[in-house]
């Protein structure tokens, strides 16, 4: 086959635009053992497809399962679950507490539950900051909307600033 031919081919092949017959022809040319000194790296090339082209390339694939343990631990996680219920429930019957332990214990309720409501009415402020943040936000992604099309509209009409 001549060089003249084959080198218009390998300028198609390097664009991208050739056929598969075309690239079967290029193939068979190199080949050939008498490949034009310039163009041998093209030989190299062509050979490594054609001997990889035959490779069958299958890892082993090591699957690791465990379903097993995941379940025992989910059992194990109810048994303790359930056995700290009962022990619960358990001790509390057993104790019993004096007339101070539970003075204390109706002023620490009291002085909690005063300190929930107080933030509580603290948190209804949060609500129109939410809403003011929420409208900042829809403005700064309006803003990032109309940015891409000022950029891409430079861009279709090269416009430079």
Known sequence: MELQPIEELLKTYDRGETSIVEEAKIAAFFAQNDVPEHLLHYKTLFSYFSNEQ????????????????FRNLSIAASVVVLLGLALGYNSDATEHYSEDEIFIYNQTKTALELLSNNLNKGTTQFKNLEVFSNALQKGEQNMTYLNTFNITTNKIFKINK
Do not use: A, E, G, M
């Open 54 to 69: 035959h490779q069958d390339y299958r890892p082993d694939l090591k699957l690791n399962k465990r379903t097993h343990s």
